[in-house]
């Protein structure tokens, strides 16, 4: 199945000489080893004193360096005659792939060079170790110090995937073990057939496919086998990692790679991507070596199935998941699940039940737990806490009642929210979602009236569901309701009264209530930071959504910084494919495009926009929120045809998932106007937008801004149209609403005042055209004046050319990006 060049990339063979990699190659030519070969006694300062391996392409040596210090380091050269195009391409990608990557999980590289003969050569740290399972079998060490090693592999490959790089062939003869100051430290090898992650050249794809498929058989992931299959992502790596997983835990692969070697391709990819592998507790089970897989682990056969069974098994599974999105994302994310079994905690891969919770709080307080078990039976025996058992018995007694009332209010509730649905009651009429809704947000004061913090708690439930429909008005009384309450019972500073108070402020800023948003977002974010700490992913939501509050009211600098902010703790504490990570990148680009900075925007873009249509899928509500900001960077760009076609695509999956007048739908069919009028299809870019307004004014009203940037569209279309009148009219009744609504300092105020102006100077209105002018460039707007034809009866005017010179120092003390 392999091409690869294993001995030959294998700088830390142990330290018995020989090749201990039984999968090295399936052709290299025999060599022998620990002898120089006569011809080759010393590289630069590097003396050869023996051969560690050696494959199809190349050799590796161990020498002894002289200078500038003197250490043993391993030297791989490739062999005289075979260094042609495409071996010297894959051997650099190699070097170059080690050497940007800086780990202590990873061997390093020290140097490189090509003999006086052009033989090229690079060195690398000379690693005396045992490959992983071989040392963990010789120490015997237990399942749980093979997982805290493990852990370190992972630890490495996921520090290889953060340079970009895909190692594609992790098996334990690529894992060597050393002791450092007595403690084991294993050491990543063999990146021959590594692949970078980012876009790479027909080259370097040529290199890492050349004769089909790479990798080491029973190791390699199903994706990576199969041919047919050309995006192998990092979650390649994972899977090896959970076949060394496997081994380590009992001993074998997950399938019989013996096996293969009898069927055809086409049948082991069919076993790959179809048969599940045994669990290991399984595999164990009757298994005739597992009294000796047991000694190596210093147990017993059954207390290792025992061990095995339950987390290990499904965290094992997990990683060998033939449907890579069901697969953990990255090899973090598998540390993290071994990290929490290690420390008795439930795991992500395991579906979590309230008894398997509890085991895992009693496994953890060992301890703890047995102290107060002991006290209460010395109490029992000794018969002196009788009375206050008897309160607690009292006191519980109660506890069940007051929540067995509550259940039953939640019943009743629930009940007669559904009550309309009863056809009697309906008399034959179809009852929506909908209507359940607000018949029951409707009641839900007068049914829930004993009980405040549930009545809070279904409010704060309901205000979502709306605020996730679009219908912000529904949803905002409920949410203050519900904040009110939650802060009167539970104190301002609870965590659910937070929550509300962060769904409350997001209601706001969907309704167009930019400065009440804002006010609510930073207050809500202060306590959050203090209470809940700055990297709590609640903490983080605030970040994020108070820089959308300000990017909707203009302020694009302090939203950049914001959500820059928000996306480096993002990566950090949950990874860079985590769809809160994914949000932030989206957000730095919508502030990037605002700021006419294309290129940075689209770059960032189209990097989310891969990730979450790989991630999330190509119709999750990220991907297209992602999709939209896009669009609006092509056209931008003047790159109409891609925009339209993205539009259509954005707006046909919208009106299906969303339905036709959600607010995202709406925002959608307004910037595909706004593309048919840059490509001068103005009455069909008319008819959009009236189509697109008639929906607005009826279910987000007059005064939204949607509505009003749909009106602000609508009017400047007109106006290319040569309907001057309607244009005028239309402008100025937007503008009127915006000052109120929106406020004179926002940028789409500021549009509105400089497209009044250039009508006014039009129509020979000079005094009130200089007026509009003055006050847009007072607060930031006017740039294009001086070219704008619309303006250039106003040239000769000294109050139009001392405004163009204001324009003109702004322009020169403004930073350059």
């Known amino acids: 199945m392999s091409n690869q060049d294993p001995a030959a990339s294998n700088p830390g063979l142990h330290n018995s000489g020989t090749n201990s990699d039984p999968e090295a190659t399936f052709d290299s030519a025999t060599a022998p080893v620990g002898v120089p070969a006569a011809d080759l006694g010393s590289i630069g300062p590097y003396r050869l004193t023996r051969k560690l391996g050696e494959g199809g392409m190349g050799q590796v040596w161990l020498a002894e360096q002289s200078a500038p210090v003197k250490r043993q380091v391993a030297l791989k050269i490739i062999k005289a005659g075979q260094y042609d195009g495409s071996a010297l391409l894959r051997f650099n990608l190699e070097r170059q792939t080690l050497a940007i990557m800086d780990h202590p999980a990873i061997a390093k590289v020290f140097d490189a060079g090509s003999t006086p003969a052009g033989q090229p050569y690079f060195v690398m740290e000379y690693v005396p170790g045992l490959p992983l399972t071989n040392y963990c079998d010789q120490k015997r060490l237990p399942p749980r110090e093979r997982l805290a090693l493990l852990v370190k592999v992972c630890e490495g490959v996921q520090h290889a995937h953060q340079k970009a790089i895909i190692h594609r062939d992790l098996k ?118 597992s009294k000796s897989t047991a000694s190596n682990r210093s147990t017993d056969p059954a207390r290792l199935v025992s061990l095995l069974r339950g987390d290990l098994d499904w965290i094992a599974l997990k990683a060998l998941e033939k449907d890579r999105t069901r697969r953990y994302g990255t090899p973090s994310e598998l540390s993290a699940d071994i990290g929490r079994y290690l420390g008795n905690e439930p795991v992500i891969a395991r579906p979590a039940s309230v008894g398997y919770r509890a085991k895992k709080y009693v496994q953890r307080h060992k301890f703890g737990v047995a102290a107060v078990i002991a006290v209460v039976l010395l109490l029992v025996i000794f018969g002196v806490m009788q009375t206050i058992q008897l309160r607690r018995i009292t006191r519980e007694r109660d506890r069940a009642n007051r929540e067995r009332d509550r259940a039953t ?168 494919e985590h769809p809160d990570t994914l949000m932030s990148m989206e957000n730095l680009a919508s502030a990037l495009e605002k700021q006419d900075r294309y290129a940075e925007a689209e770059k960032l873009g189209r990097e989310t926009l891969e990730i979450q249509r790989r991630v999330l899928g190509p119709q999750h509500p990220g991907t297209v929120g992602v999709m939209s900001n896009l669009a609006i960077l092509l056209n ?51 008819k959009l937008l009236r189509e697109t307004m008639d929906i607005e004014r009826r279910t987000l009203g007059a005064e939204h801004p949607l509505t009003l940037d749909s009106a602000n569209n609508l009017s400047t279309i007109l106006d290319d149209q040569g309907r001057y009148a309607e244009a005028e009219e239309l402008e100025r009744k937007t503008l009127e609403i915006q000052r109120r609504v929106l406020g004179p300092e926002h ?32 607060r930031g707007g006017g740039r294009q004046m001086q070219t704008d034809p619309e303006l250039k009866s106003l040239h000769g005017d000294p109050r139009f050319i001392a405004l163009a010179a204001k324009i003109k120092v702004k322009e020169q003390a403004a930073p350059s990006h």
């Open 172 to 289: 334990p003869s690529n894992v060597l073990v050393v002791e450092v100051d007595g403690k084991p430290m294993p050491r990543i090898i063999d990146f021959g057939i590594a692949k970078a992650i980012s876009q790479q050249s027909e080259d370097e794809t040529l290199v890492t496919r050349a004769g089909g498929t790479v990798g080491t058989p029973g190791y390699v992931s199903p994706e990576q086998a199969d041919p047919s299959i050309p995006d192998v992502d990092t979650r390649t790596d994972v899977y090896s990692l959970g076949v060394v997983l496997y081994e380590l835990l009992t001993g074998v692969l997950p399938f019989d790679v013996k096996q293969w070697k009898t069927k055809p391709f086409h049948e082991v990819l069919r076993q790959l991507h179809e048969d599940d592998p045994p669990s290991p507790s399984t595999r164990l089970s009757g298994d005739p070596t």
């Open 636 to 686: 931008a760009e003047q790159h109409y045809g891609d925009a339209e076609k993205l539009d259509r695509e954005i707006l046909d999956i919208q009106r299906r998932v969303l339905g036709p007048e959600h607010p995202g739908t709406l925002i959608t069919m307004n910037n595909l106007a706004n593309l048919l009028a840059d490509e001068n299809r103005r009455s069909e870019a008319e």
């Open 409 to 576: 209010r939640v019943t009743d509730f629930m009940t007669g929210m559904f009550n309309v649905s009863d056809p009697s009651k309906a008399r034959g009429k179809t009852i929506t979602a909908r209507e359940i809704l607000d018949k029951s947000s409707a009641e839900i004061d007068t049914s829930l009236a004993q009980d405040p913090e549930l009545k809070a708690q279904m409010m704060d439930v309901m205000g979502v569901v709306y605020q996730s429909l679009g219908l912000y008005s529904s949803s905002l009384p409920l949410l203050e309701r519900a904040a009110e309450i939650r802060r009167r019972v539970l104190g301002p500073e609870n965590p659910d009264t937070l929550a509300t108070m962060l769904h409350l402020a997001s209601t706001f800023t969907g309704e167009g209530h930019y400065a009440e948003a804002e006010k609510l977002q930073r207050e809500t974010l202060d306590i959050q930071r203090r209470v809940l700490g700055p990297e709590n992913p609640y903490t983080l939501l605030s970040m994020n959504n108070l820089a959308v509050v300000l990017y909707d009211r203009g302020h694009y600098v302090e939203s950049e910084k914001l959500d820059r902010e928000t996306l480096e703790i993002r990566r950090r504490v949950s990874g860079p």
């Open 747 to 778: 940028p789409k105020t500021i549009s509105s005042m400089y497209n009044l102006a250039c009508y006014a100077a039009r129509n020979g209105k000079r005094d009130e055209a200089l007026s509009l002018l003055q006050e847009a460039v007072a």
